[in-house]
């Protein structure tokens, strides 16, 4: 019989690898599970998203979700689909990450829930800080073969030279042991029955099943179980989770509400279709009711509107996406003049990031800036006041959306959060006046 949550993943296309006997040990019982989080950054992007709704299934069909955070395994690095050796961060540092990843983890698991499968939130930092290195020599490496460990794809790709590797330092190749060391700890303090998390992570976390099989020789009971989901990719074959500015992060410090929801709403239709099954909880109905919806009218984009909403709810709230929504409508809005200086004035730069800038002395823009300076003298928004002035001409000049003409005067009453103008040439070409 397959298993609820199991199958719940499957259809989301989120299984990729599982270990015989998985489906039957979620059957059984309550059974916690873990993934673990490297603390590379204080935060986490949208990468991580695919962990944290898969521990969020796995509350919901009623077992017991584990977030580890790799405080100890931070300090090395993981050398899987990595082809070079990363840097490795001071311990100030890292516990500084892992301060925030656990604030980003707080908002979608509730650690201080007190329901029979309550999430858990651990460091393995915790066990492994007073494991000396020949108590791990003795007690963990013995058990696993170097043979072994040189089988994992991870390690045969970064020793054979491929893709322009460099080797492996011990460090790395001794990873896996301490990844599998988690899995033993918590198997053995917390009864934890399963890990998962990405594709890429099959060795490490076969590594950890084997060590709890050879660490309880002897008990019929140490079954340890692993499944991994894919790893998520673009269509077009860049990678998933960056837009020009860089990684999307769940922190709205780092990645503002506004170019969250954009994000998603930019989705191509081949990926549409396959993250508003993996990153949302609609159920099967529901999302198979919107692809066909989308397939018969592409152009109204119901798919990417509804996923970006459906993220953005999740990730941030209600409150956040209607401002993001409010924002986005905004640059075709009737009541543009009005709408737009309701926005504070990091939303109104994210409105107009990537729009060309200039700045203008305040004591210009009160004594009156005529648009000839506007568009070329002070600005050079246009080439030439040759340019500038055939522009006007053509009535093709707007200022704040309301079109003007060379007889116009830029003063104080057009400055947007006492600071900007926005200037149209056509319906294609925004420039920024800063008044400084």
Same mark, same amino acid.
């Given at each position: ?7 719940e993943?499957?259809w989301?296309g989120?299984v990729h690898?599982?270990?015989p ?5 979620l059957d059984?019982?309550m059974?916690?599970?873990?993934i673990?989080?490297?603390p ?31 405080g100890?395994t931070?300090?090395?690095?993981d050398?899987?689909g990595k082809?070079?050796e ?9 516990n ?5 990843i ?6 979608f698991?509730?650690?201080?829930s007190?329901?029979k499968n ?5 460091n393995?930092?915790d ?14 490496g013995?058990?696993?073969t170097?043979n072994?460990?040189m089988a ?7 020793l054979?030279g491929?893709e322009g590797?460099?080797?492996?330092s011990?460090t790395?190749?001794?990873y896996?042991l ?12 917390m ?5 998962m998390g ?27 179980y ?5 790893l ?7 990678k998933?989770g ?5 990684n999307?992060?769940?922190d ?5 509400v506004?170019?969250f ?5 930019n989705?191509?239709d081949e !990926? $549409?279709?396959?993250?508003?099954k993996?990153?949302?909880?609609? /159920? #099967?109905?529901? @999302?198979?009711a919107?692809i ?10 119901a798919?990417?509107k509804?996923?970006?909403?459906e993220v953005?709810t999740?990730v941030?709230?209600?409150?956040a996406?209607?401002?993001a929504?409010?924002?986005?409508g905004?640059l075709?809005?009737?009541d ?8 504070d004035?990091?939303l109104?730069?994210?409105?107009f990031?990537g729009?060309p ?18 568009l ?5 928004f246009?080439g ?5 002035r ?7 000049v ?7 003409? !060379? $007889?116009?005067?830029i003063?104080?009453?057009?400055l947007?959060? /006492? #600071?900007y103008? @926005?200037i ?5 070409s ?7």
């Amino acid at each position: 019989m397959a298993n609820a949550f199991v199958e719940e993943l499957r259809w989301r296309g989120m299984v990729h690898d599982i270990m015989p006997g998985t489906e039957e040990q979620l059957d059984k019982e309550m059974t916690s599970a873990y993934i673990g989080f490297d603390p590379t950054s204080d935060s986490l992007h949208i990468g991580s998203l695919v962990p944290i709704i898969i521990l969020v299934h796995l509350e919901k069909a009623g077992h017991k979700p584990v977030a580890l955070i790799g405080g100890a395994t931070g300090m090395i690095g993981d050398p899987s689909g990595k082809s070079d050796e990363r840097n490795l961060l001071d311990e100030a540092t890292l516990n500084h990450n892992v301060a925030g990843i656990k604030s980003v983890l707080s908002r979608f698991l509730d650690f201080n829930s007190t329901a029979k499968n309550a999430p858990v939130l651990v460091n393995n930092y915790d066990w492994m800080k007073t494991f000396s290195f020949i108590d791990f020599a003795r007690d963990v490496g013995k058990r696993i073969t170097v043979n072994y460990m040189m089988a994992k794809d991870s390690v045969k790709k970064r020793l054979s030279g491929e893709e322009g590797n460099v080797g492996m330092s011990f460090t790395e190749f001794t990873y896996q042991l301490i990844q599998g060391y988690d899995f033993y700890h918590l198997h053995k303090t917390m009864n934890c029955k399963l890990q998962m998390g990405g594709s890429d992570q099959w060795g490490n976390i076969t590594t950890g099943t084997e060590l709890v099989r050879r660490m309880n020789v002897g008990d019929d009971k140490a079954k340890a179980y692993a499944m991994t989901c894919p790893l998520i990719t673009k269509a077009d074959g860049s990678k998933f989770g960056k837009s020009e500015g860089g990684n999307v992060w769940l922190d709205v410090d780092k990645t503002s509400v506004y170019k969250f929801y954009q994000f998603w709403l930019n989705s191509s239709d081949e !990926d $549409a279709e396959k993250y508003i099954k993996i990153f949302t909880f609609l /159920d #099967k109905e529901t @999302v198979e009711a919107l692809i066909a919806e989308h397939k018969e009218n592409p152009g109204f984009r119901a798919l990417q509107k509804r996923l970006a909403e459906e993220v953005t709810t999740f990730v941030h709230s209600k409150d956040a996406l209607d401002n993001a929504i409010k924002a986005s409508g905004i640059l075709f809005s009737k009541d543009f003049k009005n709408e737009i200086r309701q926005l504070d004035e990091s939303l109104f730069l994210d409105v107009f990031e990537g729009v060309p800038q200039a700045e203008v002395s305040m004591d210009k823009i009160e004594a009156g800036l005529d648009m000839i300076a506007a568009l070329s003298a002070e600005t050079d928004f246009l080439g030439s006041n040759g340019e500038a002035r055939r522009a006007l001409k053509e009535n093709s000049v707007s200022v704040n959306k309301d079109k003007v003409t !060379d $007889a116009y005067t830029i003063t104080t009453q057009d400055l947007i959060n /006492d #600071k900007y103008i @926005v200037i149209n040439r056509g319906k294609k070409s925004t420039f920024i006046i800063k008044a400084i």
